[in-house]
């Protein structure tokens, strides 16, 4: 398995240009190639001369991403669409085209803030994973980057089948990248806090139903990771009041590279929302988060190859 066609949307911001060093690293683990794309919500207005001036331009600012992937080898497309970004982007997740898309949040991370409505949008309606890269808290972010190496990927399981289908997923693109894959169940107490210096993130005066459900799920846990068909798996229960959080916390005290999150909705309307614990994650990370939504994993570049193939 490896990914054939990675799509990387840019709004020609210099936080946009954050994507591109992780897009890279992908490209060159897995072989694939890049398309670049930037959306005029405006050019659709124009005419004539205006539109093809309008298009040449942003088209020689693209340029500067493909110069920079030549050099890494990373076979790089340019494309300017005109529409509404959202629209533009769910269309083309569902061509077949491409197996990712990445994009960049812009905005501060905060408990209070919503992550941006073009992301919050794609993650709900993107019919291929989306991996979407966090803007720091800074006017003036670091581009110097040019490729980012994925070492160390944090996923959870609720032990739902959208969870067991995300991690499966998973599994191809670990091996491309020889990364390791961390997986970590929550347990949920009220009261319960995250104590960042303790190496398991449980709380040592948690109530006593919870402690005996960590170790409960400990053992589920790691029979759960051994039947998985990849030998660079470790796991972890953590111990909290809100799942996310646990999560997120587990990620930065291991310094992992990107949180994968499988997401499904609850109840009737699953299929347009984006699950609560996945849209927090989505939110306080200040890692890249890979949104694994179930109906978003079924090309060939998500799904394992079966034993008689």
């Known amino acids: 398995m490896s990914l054939k066609h990675i799509l990387v949307a840019t709004d020609l911001s210099t936080v946009a240009l954050l994507s591109l060093p992780w897009a890279a690293g992908l490209a060159r683990a897995t072989g694939a190639r890049i398309t670049v794309v930037y959306i005029d919500d405006v050019a659709h207005s124009l005419k004539g001369d205006d539109f093809e001036e309008e298009v040449k331009e942003v088209q020689e600012h693209l340029g500067i991403f493909r110069d920079a992937l030549d050099m890494l080898d990373v076979s790089c497309d340019i494309r300017v669409l005109s529409g ?46 989306l991996l979407v890269i ?34 499966k997923a998973l599994l191809p693109l670990m ?3 020889s990364a390791n894959l961390h997986i970590v169940h929550v347990v949920t107490a009220a009261g319960a806090v995250i104590d960042v210096n303790a190496p398991t993130l449980t709380l040592p005066s948690a109530p006593l139903p919870a402690r005996e459900q960590v170790r409960t799920m400990e053992t589920r846990l790691a029979s759960f990771a051994d039947a998985l068909p990849y030998d660079r798996i470790s796991t972890q229960v953590v111990c909290t009041e809100v799942a996310a959080d646990g999560i997120v916390a587990a990620a930065l005290v291991r310094e992992a590279d990107v949180i994968a999150i ?48």
Do not use: F, N
């Not at 490729?147 to 739902?160: F, L, N, Q």
């Open 84 to 129: 509404k970004s959202t629209e533009v982007l769910e269309r083309l997740s569902g061509r077949g085209e491409y197996d990712l898309v990445v994009m960049t949040r812009h905005g501060e991370r905060a408990t209070g803030l919503l992550v941006g409505s073009t992301t919050l949008h794609l993650a709900r309606t993107c019919q291929v994973p």
């Open 134 to 167: 966090h803007a720091p808290a800074t006017d003036d972010p670091s581009t110097d980057q040019t490729t980012i190496a994925i070492r160390d990927v944090v996923t959870t399981t609720d032990y739902s089948d959208a969870s067991a289908a995300g991690i």
């Open 175 to 177: 091996r491309a990248l």
């Open 262 to 309: 499988s997401s499904h909705g609850k109840g009737k309307i699953a299929s347009i929302l984006l699950g609560s614990t996945s849209r927090r994650v989505l939110t306080l990370s200040p890692l890249p988060v890979l949104v694994l939504r179930p109906d978003s994993i079924s090309g060939a570049a998500w799904t394992e190859p079966s034993p008689d193939a």
